[in-house]
């Protein structure tokens, strides 16, 4: 049977493509030290999971409405008048399964043939291939590591063509950790405002920010005057340390959520049921293990800036939230590495040489539009973290 064209063209995630060539090494019984996937290393809050048994024992166990349960709507809501002041209502919100499949369900409702979608470079991984599913066309602009790999407004603003529909936006951004400040927020939201160009702003990593600020959600920016063009997703997978329990997001004007549930209605019915009454109480319970978290995370991250800017001829720009060291290798290229003296030429090489010759996992920065980059995940234990950076270090000479 021949694939669909859209299928045939799409490439596995590279991040889920890097944990699986750790894995087979591991099950040869090496000890692989893996940075590669996104996910908080800690177990789901006590009080989330009995949420989630006690659900079960109630016969929540049934098809629920497409969209969401109107109680999780409704704590939606609550977390975002809370947190951030914004009055959305229960018909802005669709609720799927992760954050990754709201995004999908974004652009399948808002991109038609041919519609362009400007991503900032580097990128998470999915945003292209879901943008090519969607049969929108990816307008990559490359940032710099000069300026914290963040999108200027004049860049934003001359990637805009009469074809163009959405900005792609994450902050605090996976790969590389990059967080924007309210004011380049609001120079964004200008050019999105004058130019009629929508917004959709990931922000799964709102609540993990080390830099002392609070996240700026995009719908705050210009007193409010974006929000009619601005769809925000989120979810629990990062902040609540619930990737498995599959709950993500949308807030948006209300044609947009309705055509949404419409799509999901026919794709997945609806989100598990039992993940969305656990998702009520991480929302709507205390909040002091998300701090928890979040301090755990940030201990380990300064322990990696240092470490990565203590790699010989490497320094990176300290990522400001996420939990993710995003680091430029390409001066270690051509010259003999580790103690088989192998020579790369690029990033994807360097990660290959690296697991098989010192069995440490990283991602190539090739997967996030970030050719001579890598990727380490500081989603793990100090203990680990250190045995890593010392096998890297070992590995380029240090
Ligand atoms: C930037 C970004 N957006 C979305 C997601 C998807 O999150 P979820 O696990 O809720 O699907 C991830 C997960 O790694 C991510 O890094």
């Known amino acids: 049977m021949d694939l669909s064209p859209a299928v045939r063209n799409l490439k596995p ?23 590669t996937l996104g996910e908080p290393d800690f177990n789901t809050p006590a ?21 969401g349960i109107p109680e999780l709507k409704a704590a939606i809501c609550a977390a975002y008048q809370r947190d951030y002041g914004l009055e959305y209502k229960p018909n802005q919100v669709v609720v799927s399964n992760g954050a990754k499949h709201s995004i999908h369900n974004v652009l399948t409702t808002v991109i038609g043939p041919g519609d362009e979608v400007i991503i900032p470079a580097p990128y998470w991984v999915s945003y292209g291939a879901l943008v090519e599913l969607a049969g929108g066309v990816c307008k990559i602009v490359d940032t710099s590591e000069e300026s914290g790999f963040r999108l200027s407004a004049e860049q934003f603003r001359a990637a805009i063509t009469p074809k163009t529909k959405l900005l792609l936006l994450n902050s605090p951004c996976n790969p590389t950790g990059a967080v924007y400040s309210r004011s380049q927020l609001e120079a964004l939201a200008q050019v999105a405002l004058d130019s009629g160009v929508w917004v959709c702003s990931d922000e799964i990593y709102e609540k993990l920010i080390y830099t002392g600020e609070a996240n700026t959600s995009f719908a705050t920016l210009l007193g409010g005057k974006l929000a009619p063009q601005t769809i925000i997703v989120s979810g629990v997978s990062k902040a609540y340390a619930m990737t498995g329990w599959r709950i993500g997001w949308t807030l948006a004007p209300v044609d947009i959520t309705a055509g949404m549930d419409n799509l999901q209605s026919q794709e997945t019915s609806n989100p598990c049921s039992i993940s969305q009454y656990a998702s009520i109480a991480a929302l709507s319970g205390p909040q002091d293990t998300v701090e928890e978290m979040r301090v755990e995370f940030a201990k380990r991250r300064e322990y990696a800036i240092e470490r990565v800017n203590g790699l010989p001829g490497i320094q990176m720009p300290s990522p400001g939230g996420a939990f993710y060291a995003f680091f430029n290798v390409t001066k270690h290229f051509g010259r003999p590495l580790g103690a088989k003296g192998r020579v790369v030429h690029n990033a994807t090489d360097f990660c290959t040489a690296l697991l098989e010759d010192a069995h440490v996992a990283l991602v190539t920065g090739e997967a996030f539009g970030a050719e001579g980059f890598v990727r380490l995940s500081f989603a793990t234990n100090l203990d680990t ?14």
Do not use: W
Not at 20 to 35: P, R, T
Not at 385 to 398: M, P, V
């Open 13 to 35: 995630s590279a991040t889920i493509a890097a944990a699986a060539k750790a894995k087979a090494l591991k099950a040869q019984g090496i000890k692989v030290y893996d940075f």
């Open 47 to 67: 009080h989330i999971q009995e949420a989630a048994i006690l659900a079960m024992k109630s016969g929540h166990t049934h098809y629920t409405p497409s969209g």
């Open 385 to 398: 973290l250190k045995a890593g950076f010392d096998r890297i270090n070992a590995f380029l000479g240090g």
